[in-house]
């Protein structure tokens, strides 16, 4: 099992910045793919950005140029610097990880995508 917390949400002003953090913990064996993902209210869930644990990267067109995703491997931290905000990203944040995960040295390794709860950001005009 694998949990995941974001932390950094809040209101900023547009032109501002942020910068979300989400920690990963638990039976962790490998995490290959994280990323961060949004979704406002009646739409669709947007990926935002992801990274692997080679530091590859992949952004979405709309947050491109303005947001940097990263990772810290030894922490098992993944984080987004979010720049010149706009009132088009506000919405929930969402750590997501694909990762290994096994209870005990008995059990089997076991592949799961996790979700973390999320961290609301709302971008002001």
């Known amino acids: 099992q694998v949990q995941l917390v974001e932390s950094g949400g809040g209101l900023v002003q547009a032109g501002g910045s942020l910068r979300l953090s989400c920690a990963a913990s638990?039976?962790?064996?490998?995490?290959?793919?994280m990323g961060w993902y949004r979704q406002a209210p009646g739409k669709q869930r947007e990926m935002v950005a992801t990274?692997?644990?080679?530091?590859?990267?992949n952004y979405s067109d709309s947050v491109k140029g303005r947001f940097t995703i990263s990772r810290d491997n030894a922490k098992n931290t993944m984080y987004l610097q979010m720049s010149s905000l706009k009132p088009e990203d506000t919405a929930a944040y969402y750590c997501n990880a694909a990762a290994v995960s096994r209870r005990n040295a008995w059990a089997p390794r076991k592949s799961g995508d996790y979700w973390g709860q999320g961290t609301q950001v709302t971008v002001s005009s």
């Open positions: 638990g039976s962790i064996v490998s995490i290959n793919v």
């Open positions: 990274i692997t644990s080679d530091g590859s990267t």
